[in-house]
């Protein structure tokens, strides 16, 4: 059975924009979760605020990992709407990626395990890690009002 057209739901699902997590010299300029856009960053934010303006795409919700670079390309996307005036991010840390920890600790003969291994056939289990995060995914279906509905997670809640 074929629903009509305004039962149908969308998610769009969004990258932040652009960061930078070293400078020119190679150092790092904050913890990965602590960096914001850097400029083109925040024009690739606008430029994504501004394409859903023109097909006039409005969202029901917003949601975001809550690291600083989702929120403001959120923001970001959200200021290109004016009519979405009263839609604020909401924050679900669940989205937030698995902390992989700094890749200098991976050793050299691991490295292209740690990397391409998940492409290679099945993973053995010792080696797997969930990204699941059930209550994340599950709350999007919980609310029968929204239609279309925004996320810039970091890690894909699938």
Request: glycine share 8%; proline share 9%.
């Amino acid at each position: 059975m074929e629903l009509p057209p305004t039962s149908r739901r969308r998610i769009y699902l969004m990258r932040h924009g652009a960061v930078s997590y070293f400078d020119d010299a190679g150092r790092r300029t904050a913890l990965p979760e602590l960096v914001p856009l850097n400029e083109t960053g925040r024009m690739q934010a606008s430029a994504a605020g501004r394409a859903f303006a023109a097909e006039q795409v409005r969202f029901d919700r917003v949601i975001v990992s809550g690291l600083p670079r989702t929120v403001e390309t959120a923001q970001r996307v959200l200021a290109e709407l004016p009519e979405m005036d009263g839609i604020a991010p909401e924050v679900w840390p669940d989205l937030q990626e698995i902390r992989g920890g700094d890749l200098s600790a991976i050793a050299s003969e691991d490295l292209r395990d740690a990397f391409i291994g998940a492409f290679e056939g099945e993973v053995p289990e010792h080696k797997r890690f969930s990204t699941a995060r059930p209550s994340a995914p599950s709350s999007t279906g919980c609310c029968p009002r929204w239609r279309a509905c925004a996320t810039t997670p970091t890690g894909i809640p699938c």
